[in-house]
Nanobody
Framework: QVQLVESGGGLVQPGGSLRLSCAAS????????MAWYRQAPGKQRELVAT???????NYADSVKGRFTISRDNAKNTVSLQMNSLNPEDTAAYYC???????????????WGQGTQVTVSS
């Protein structure tokens, strides 16, 4: 099981930026598909962005053009750069590590504890 520790959350004004980071405790970080999810109060957890072990990225429509996910396999970290934040981005953000086999089946699914992002004036 991979231990994931998020950091970088906080309070930011509308239009501002934040950068979230997630550190993974595994020597096999490069084989995992990494993702950021978020969950606002009273809402279901939703996918924000993913990055595969090959570096392919995917984003929720609501964050396209504003958020950028990246990974550093040498440092076992994944980051989420969030720009042009608005109050609707307020949520707890969770880091996810998923190991998938050649058939597309999930072999392992690990979560961090989350970091709070609040966008408010």
């Amino acid at each position: 099981q991979v231990q994931l520790v998020e950091s970088g959350g906080g309070l930011v004004q509308p239009g501002g930026s934040l950068r979230l980071s997630c550190a993974a405790s595994t020597s096999r970080f490069s084989i995992y598909t990494m993702a950021w999810y978020r969950q606002a109060p009273g809402k279901q957890r939703e996918l924000v962005a993913t990055i595969t072990n090959g570096g392919r990225t995917n984003y929720a429509d609501s964050v396209k053009g504003r958020f950028t996910i990246s990974r550093d396999n040498a440092k076992n970290t994944v980051s989420l750069q969030m720009n042009s934040l608005n109050p609707e981005d307020t949520a707890a953000y969770y880091c996810n590590a998923r190991r998938i086999n050649a058939l597309g089946q999930t072999l392992e699914d690990d979560w961090g504890q989350g970091t709070q992002v609040t966008v408010s004036s």
